[in-house]
């Protein structure tokens, strides 16, 4: 009995949150690990453009409800979804377009291009900051929970109770669906194929009469998507604030590079091993312990190896142990 306690409080702190957030972060690197294979820089803008999606979601989810509408036992977020994912396409095409492009067609160094992410970055940052304040945003709506703590314990007969918010189930079946829909294109599709093609040599792909602008704005606009996804996902899940969005920017960036950047198996393997990692070393494993341990050996403190305050500091560290001994990541992705 003690050791079935012992696994339900190990899901309920450290698998299922971990899960949840893993396959945020695994959305989140999608996109940085596309604009590095088709576009050949690394994207520092990638997380305020999360927070943009965001922004925009969270001001029609908003009108719905002063309207009256809702999704009954789902978030009303989900309706505006589509909104936000049109919005930040709008928007990072207008970058591309006014930004990008330039240094493009003068063949800049990737250097350039990540210095001009950067100055992007710190634009929209602001700019979501003037629109939606820098405070911290609640947006969700519907059921909380799937299954209550109180419920799982009079189901099972358990001292600890499993509760599942039904964001954290969200999460996971939404980002199941994005990540199969995003391999179906570029496996079978005649666009998927052309990006790939660009991605693996340029050249050669326009040799062959692929468009390298098309290609562009469908990266742009897939990204925008995965983006989009990733930060309403992080913000149902657990608030929505724009600084936060710009911290989000190390684990997904370590999660890209530590998978392998270019390679979208790497970016997915790598977001659920930054999310376990942080996860575990930042939680109190008191609880566990205690079940699992005799008596006389429970401990007295909470057997926390770090703080959660120092939670992307795990991520850091991975990322350099990674960039010091297998710098292409674990999927064998482009070295940078």
């Not at 088709?38 to 925009?56: E, I, K, P, Y």
């Not at 057997?303 to 142990?321: E, G």
């Amino acid at each position: 009995m003690d050791f079935l306690n012992a696994l339900v409080a190990f899901a309920n702190f450290v698998l299922v949150p971990a899960t949840a957030y893993g396959a945020q972060l695994a959305l989140g690197a999608l996109g940085v690990t596309l604009i590095y294979a088709v576009l050949r820089f690394s994207n520092f803008a990638h997380g305020d453009t999360m927070a943009f999606g965001t922004m925009v979601t969270i001001l029609v989810t908003w009108a719905l409800q002063a309207a009256g509408v809702s999704f009954g036992p789902l978030p009303t977020a989900l309706l505006a979804l589509p909104f936000g994912i049109a919005g930040t396409a709008l928007m990072v095409l207008g970058t591309d377009r006014l930004v990008y492009r330039f240094y493009r067609q003068q063949r800049a160094k990737p250097v350039i291009l990540v210095i001009v992410s950067m100055g992007v970055m710190f634009i929209l940052n602001g700019i979501v900051r003037i629109i939606i304040g820098p405070g911290e945003q609640n947006f969700a709506d519907g059921e909380r929970f799937i299954v209550t703590a109180g419920e799982f314990r009079k189901m099972t007969g358990l001292s600890e109770g499993l509760a599942i918010r039904s964001t954290q189930g969200l999460t996971i079946v939404t980002a199941v669906i994005v990540v199969a829909l995003l391999f179906w294109f570029l496996t079978y599709t005649r666009t998927g194929k052309s990006m790939r093609a660009f991605s693996d040599n340029e050249d050669l792909a326009l040799l062959s009469g692929i468009n390298p602008e098309r290609v562009v704005a469908i990266t742009w606009i897939i990204v925008a998507a995965l983006a989009t996804i990733a930060g309403v996902l992080y913000g149902l899940d657990k608030s929505f604030k724009p600084f936060t969005y710009f911290q989000l920017l190390l684990p997904i960036f370590a999660s890209a590079i530590v998978g392998g950047i270019g390679s979208p198996l790497g970016a997915i393997a790598g977001g659920f091993l930054i999310a376990y990692s942080e996860v575990m070393v930042t939680y109190a494993w008191k609880k566990v312990l205690t079940y699992t341990l005799p008596d006389n050996l429970a401990p007295d403190g909470l057997v926390q190896l770090l703080s959660t305050d120092y939670k992307f500091a795990v991520s850091f560290v991975i990322l350099v142990i990674v960039l010091l001994f297998r710098p292409t990541g674990l999927f064998r992705g482009k070295s940078i």
